[in-house]
C-alpha cells in the first residue's frame, strides 16, 4: 500500500517537474459579504427557505412555544433541547434510540448553528440542541427553530462562522428533500424528511 | 456497453440516437429546461465571473502543489480517526473496496451517486466478489433496474421519460399499481430503498471536495440518499479522485457557490455532508478514504490537459452543449459524456477508447463560457485531436491535409487546384449547385448543397480591375 | 486609411462576391484596400482538426503577407479567430521565436470586419441600402471566440430599406464546425435542422452572418430544402446601395 503512496506522489512530482517556478495566484475579487442586513436577512431567508418549498413562520419566543406546543404525534428531540421548544408528546435522544425508532416518530424539532439568507440553507453542526445527524434524517418531518440573529448573508459569511465547529460533522439543508432525476422536473420529498418547517423566532 | 464488436465511435453511436425522436425529445426538453434555471440563478449572483476566477485559480493552484497537499489532507484525515488508501488505478480500489467489504462480512453495500466508481467499474467487482451493490440515487436506480448505461453525469437517468421510469419500476420493483406522477416515482423509490438504509451494514461514496487543511471530506446531493449512506452504516468507504482537492475549509466558499447554480440550478443544493474522520455516537465509526489516480497522474503532467483536473462535476457544460442536446450521453460510450466526457474520456480511458470523441464537438464554445472553473474545452479538444492525429497511422484524410498545406503554401498552385476543380465539379454541378459527390463531399452532400466553385475567384476579379 | 484585405480561401474560391463586396465597400467609405497576392489561408482547417503543426509554413506565409500592413481586415470572423487565439497556442512548442515575436506583433493588427468598422473606425451608418427582410446568425467564433457584441446589429440598424428580424435561439450552433460537418455528419445536419427551423419562423428572405463557412452551411440546407431563403454574407449587404437594385434585383 505504501508502494502506491509513494508511486503516486512521485508521479505528481514528474508530472509538476517543467513547471515554471512561482506560486498560481489565487483570485479573491469576490464578495466576502452581502449587501444585507437587519430586517432584510430574515426577509431573504424566509424568501429563499421558502422557494424550496419548505414552510417558514417567523414567530417571537412565545409563539415558537405555541406553535410547538400544537404539533401532533411523538417527536424525537436533541437530548439537551431547551424545555420551552418540547412538544406535547416527545423522546430526548441520548445517542441510543435505535435507527428503526427514529424512523417511526412523527418528526424532529432541533436548532441550528447558521442560516444562510442568500440561499435559504440551515446549517446544522452537531454542537448544542441539534443532535446527532440520523436524528434530522429518519424522521419524516423536520422542524428548525432558527433564532434571527444566527441567520448570515451569504455563503462566505457562513463558512468563516463554521470552522469553529470543526471536526463535527455539519449538514447543509436547504428545502425538504428533492430530487430532479425524472425529466429535470423538481420534486420535494425523497428520502429525507419529506416536510420542512422553520420557526425564525425573533423576526415576527 | 457495447463489446468491442459492436459500433462505438462517436459518429456510429450519435447516427443512431440523432435517430431516436423519443430520445431527442427527452434530452431536448431536459436540457433546455436545466439551462433556463442554471441561467436565471447565474444571472441573480453579481460577483459570478470573480467566483468563476477563483474556482479557476485554486484548482490551478492546488494541482501545482498535488503533493504535498495530498500528504496534508492524509495526515488530517489520519488524525480525525480515518484510514487512508491510495489506489494507483481502478484494479487497486476495487481490491481496497472489496477487502473492507470482505472483513465485515457485507454481503450488500449501499452507494451514493459516484462517476469515479462507475469509472473502475465498482459494483461489477463487488458483484464478482458476491457482494451486492445498491445504488440509492433515484436516476442511478432507474439506471441499475434497468440494466441500462448513465447518460448523463447528473442526472443519470435524463434519456428517460416518466412513462418509461413507469413502466420499469410496475416491472423491477412488482408493483401492480403506480401512476407516472414524479412524486408517485419517487415516493415508490422512497419505500424500496428505506429498508436497505436501515440494515445494510457499509455503504460505498464517492466526493466532491476534500479539504486538505481539516481532513473534511464533502458530498453534494439533493434526495436525501447521501446522507443515508454517510450516516446510518457502521462503515463507510469514500473512494475520491487525487484531483478533488479544496486546500482550506474556507476555500469551500468558492465551491459552494460554483457548484450547486452551475449543476442543478439551484441556488444550493438541498443537502451538503461534511464530515471528518470519524465523530464518536454520530455516524459511521469506521471511515476509509481511497485516494485514486487512475491516469490523473498522466493528465496532470500534459500542460494543455492539466485543465481538465479543475472540473467540479457540475454538468453545466452537457447542459449548454448543442451536440449532447441531439446525442444524448451514450453516443460518448462513457461515464463521462458530454463537452468535458469529450475530453475526460481519452485522457482517462486511453486514445484507443476513444479517438472520436475530441472530434465530437463544432467548438462552438458553450461549455467553455459557462464552467464555472474556466475549463477551456475547446482548446482541450483541439490538443486531443492534435493528439489522435498523431497516433493515427496513414490515412486518406493525412494525404489530402498534407496535399492541402502544399497547395495553401503556394498560390501558383492553389490557382490550379482551383481550376481543376472548376472542371472536375462540372459532373456534379446542376444550377450553381454541388447536389452529389465522392467521399467528404458525399458526406456534405446527403442533407445539402454545396455552391458551385464560381468561374472567377477573388483573385481574377482583383487582377482584372487593375 | 490603408487595409491590407485577407480574403481568405474559400473566399477567394467559393465567394468571391463577398471579398469584391468587402473591397467595394471600404473604399466607398474613403480607405484604400490592398490585397497581397501572395496570400492564401490562415491554416484554420488544419489546426482545428489536429494538423496544427503542419499549419505552421501558412503562419509564416500570412506573416511575410502582411508584415507591412497597418491594418488587416477579413470578412471572416472564424479565421481571425484563429489568427489570434490558435496560432500562439499552435507555435508554443516550437522554437521559432522570432516566428512568435512576429505573431505576437502582427495579431492585434488584424480584424474582423465588422469590429474593424465599429470598433476601431467608430462607425455603424457605411450608406447602404438593402430593401430585405434579413435576420442575423451570430456564429460562434464571432460571438464567443471574438466578442464581436453588438457591432453588426449596430451596422445592420442603420442600412436603410432592411427590415431586421430576431433570430430565435440565435446563440446556438449551426453545426458547421469545420469538418465536423463532415466527420459527424447526422449530428451536424440535427443541429442545422434546427438552425433553419428558426430561420424560416422569421419569414426572412435573407440570413446573414459575418462567417461564409457558417452560411454554406445554412444556406445549402436552405438550398437543398428549396425554402427560397439565402444567406448573404454581412460584407455583402452593407457593400449595397440603391444602385445595385435598381436594373432587375439580384441580390
Given amino acids: ?204 | 456497453m457495447a463489446s468491442a464488436a459492436e459500433p462505438h465511435t462517436f459518429p456510429q453511436l450519435a447516427k443512431r440516437a440523432v435517430a431516436d425522436t423519443q430520445l431527442r425529445r427527452n434530452i431536448g426538453n431536459a436540457t433546455q429546461t436545466i439551462r433556463t434555471k442554471r441561467a436565471g440563478v447565474v444571472a441573480e449572483v453579481p460577483d459570478w465571473e470573480e467566483l468563476r476566477e477563483a474556482g479557476r485559480s485554486l484548482k490551478e493552484h492546488t494541482l501545482r502543489n498535488l503533493d504535498r497537499y495530498l500528504v496534508q489532507l492524509e495526515e488530517a484525515v489520519t488524525k480525525a480517526g480515518g484510514q487512508v488508501h491510495w489506489a494507483r488505478d481502478g484494479a487497486e480500489a476495487k481490491r481496497i473496496v472489496t477487502e473492507i467489504a470482505k472483513r465485515h462480512s457485507a454481503k450488500e453495500v449501499i452507494k451514493v451517486k459516484s462517476i469515479t466508481t462507475e469509472e473502475i467499474k465498482l459494483n461489477e467487482a463487488l458483484e464478482a466478489a458476491g457482494i451486492r451493490p445498491f445504488e440509492t440515487d433515484l436516476a442511478e436506480l432507474i439506471i441499475q433496474l434497468g440494466d441500462d448505461v448513465s447518460s448523463h453525469i447528473l442526472v443519470p437517468a435524463i434519456h428517460r421519460n416518466r412513462a418509461e421510469i413507469r413502466e420499469l419500476f410496475m416491472r423491477k420493483l412488482g408493483l401492480a399499481e403506480l401512476s407516472d406522477r414524479p412524486s408517485d416515482l419517487t415516493a415508490a423509490a422512497r419505500t424500496y430503498l428505506r429498508e436497505k438504509f436501515l440494515t445494510v451494514p457499509m455503504a460505498v461514496s464517492g466526493a466532491n471536495f476534500g479539504i486538505c487543511d481539516t481532513g473534511t471530506i464533502c458530498v453534494v446531493e439533493s434526495e436525501g440518499n447521501g446522507r443515508m449512506c454517510l450516516t446510518l452504516p457502521k462503515v463507510l468507504v469514500s473512494v475520491m479522485g487525487i484531483e478533488k482537492l479544496v486546500p482550506t475549509w474556507e476555500d469551500m466558499e468558492v465551491f459552494l457557490q460554483l457548484l450547486p447554480r452551475s449543476s442543478t440550478g439551484e441556488r444550493m443544493n438541498p443537502y451538503n455532508s461534511l464530515w471528518t474522520g470519524v465523530t464518536p455516537g454520530d455516524g459511521p465509526q469506521e471511515f476509509h478514504l481511497v485516494l485514486l489516480d487512475n491516469r490523473r497522474t498522466d493528465v496532470l503532467a500534459d500542460r494543455t490537459g492539466r485543465q481538465t483536473l479543475n472540473c467540479i462535476r457540475c454538468s453545466a457544460c452537457l447542459n449548454v452543449c448543442p451536440v449532447y442536446a441531439r446525442t444524448g450521453g451514450h453516443a460518448y460510450h462513457s461515464e463521462y459524456q458530454g463537452p468535458i466526457g469529450a475530453i475526460l474520456t481519452p485522457q482517462l480511458h486511453g486514445m484507443d477508447e476513444a479517438a472520436s470523441l475530441p472530434f465530437a464537438s463544432t467548438l462552438c464554445g458553450a461549455c467553455y463560457e459557462v464552467c464555472p472553473v474556466k475549463i477551456n474545452i475547446p482548446e482541450v479538444l483541439v490538443h486531443l485531436r492534435t493528439r489522435a492525429v498523431a497516433r493515427s497511422g496513414f490515412n486518406m484524410e493525412k494525404l489530402a491535409m498534407g496535399a492541402a498545406i502544399r497547395m495553401f503554401d503556394n498560390p501558383g498552385l492553389l490557382e490550379t487546384a482551383q481550376k481543376i476543380a472548376r472542371v472536375a465539379q462540372r459532373p456534379f454541378v446542376s444550377d450553381g449547385y454541388i447536389t452529389g459527390g465522392v467521399g467528404p463531399l458525399r458526406q456534405w452532400t446527403r442533407a445539402r448543397d454545396l455552391p458551385a466553385i464560381p468561374a472567377q475567384s477573388f483573385r481574377d476579379w482583383w487582377r482584372t480591375r487593375r | 486609411m490603408r487595409v491590407a484585405l485577407f480574403i481568405t480561401c474559400y473566399n477567394d474560391t467559393l465567394f468571391p462576391q463577398t471579398g469584391i463586396a468587402t473591397v467595394r465597400l471600404l473604399e466607398r467609405l474613403g480607405h484604400t484596400v490592398e490585397f497581397p497576392e501572395d496570400q492564401t489561408c490562415c491554416g484554420q482547417m488544419h489546426s482545428n482538426t489536429g494538423y496544427g503543426d503542419e499549419a505552421i509554413p501558412l503562419i509564416r506565409r500570412f506573416v511575410k503577407s502582411f508584415r507591412d500592413a497597418e491594418v488587416i481586415v477579413s470578412p471572416s470572423s472564424s479565421c481571425v479567430s484563429n489568427i489570434r487565439t490558435a496560432w500562439l497556442r499552435t507555435l508554443a512548442d516550437t522554437g521559432d521565436e522570432t516566428l512568435k515575436r512576429d505573431v505576437a506583433e502582427l495579431v492585434p493588427r488584424v480584424f474582423e470586419l465588422s469590429q474593424f468598422l465599429v470598433e476601431r473606425l467608430g462607425i455603424d451608418d457605411v450608406g447602404a441600402y438593402y430593401p430585405r427582410r434579413v435576420t442575423y446568425h451570430p456564429t460562434c467564433n464571432s460571438l464567443r471566440a471574438l466578442k464581436v457584441g453588438e457591432a453588426p446589429m449596430r451596422l445592420l440598424a442603420k442600412v436603410r430599406g432592411l427590415d431586421l428580424v430576431e433570430l430565435p435561439d440565435a446563440r446556438e450552433c449551426c453545426g458547421f464546425g469545420g469538418t465536423f460537418a463532415v466527420k459527424n455528419e447526422d449530428t451536424s445536419v440535427a443541429m442545422l435542422s434546427d438552425k433553419m427551423r428558426s430561420v424560416l419562423g422569421t419569414r426572412a428572405e435573407v440570413c446573414t452572418a459575418l462567417d461564409s463557412s457558417c452560411l454554406m452551411h445554412i444556406g445549402g440546407g436552405l438550398h437543398r430544402l428549396r425554402s427560397g431563403v439565402r444567406t448573404v454574407h454581412l460584407a455583402e449587404i452593407l457593400a449595397s446601395t440603391e444602385k445595385d437594385f435598381m436594373h432587375g434585383e439580384r441580390r
Fill in chain 1, 1 to 204: 500500500m505504501s508502494g502506491a503512496r509513494e508511486e503516486i506522489l512521485g508521479r505528481i512530482r514528474g508530472a509538476l517537474a517543467g513547471d515554471p517556478a512561482g506560486e498560481v495566484a489565487v483570485a479573491r475579487g469576490y464578495r466576502k459579504t452581502s449587501d444585507l442586513s437587519g430586517a432584510a436577512l430574515a426577509d431573504r431567508f424566509a424568501e429563499r427557505a421558502e422557494a424550496y418549498k419548505a414552510t417558514v413562520r417567523r414567530v417571537d419566543a412565545a409563539g415558537a412555544t405555541e406553535a410547538i406546543r400544537r404539533l401532533q404525534g411523538r417527536f424525537v428531540v436533541p437530548a439537551d433541547l431547551a424545555d420551552s421548544w418540547l412538544p406535547a408528546e416527545f423522546v430526548r435522544d441520548d445517542g441510543n434510540l435505535a435507527h428503526r425508532e427514529l424512523d417511526a416518530v412523527a418528526g424532529v424539532i432541533t436548532g441550528c448553528a447558521i442560516a444562510i439568507a442568500e440561499t435559504g440553507t440551515i446549517v446544522l453542526d452537531a454542537g448544542a440542541e441539534q443532535g446527532r445527524r440520523a436524528i434530522t434524517l429518519l424522521p419524516d418531518f423536520h422542524v428548525c427553530i432558527v433564532p434571527v440573529e444566527r441567520i448570515v448573508g451569504s455563503v462566505p459569511e457562513a463558512i468563516r462562522a463554521l470552522r469553529g465547529s470543526l471536526p463535527r460533522p455539519l449538514t447543509f439543508m436547504s428545502g425538504p428533500s428533492a430530487t430532479s432525476d425524472i425529466e429535470l422536473n423538481r420534486v420535494e420529498g425523497v428520502h429525507g424528511p419529506r416536510r420542512l418547517e422553520i420557526l425564525i423566532v425573533g423576526a415576527a
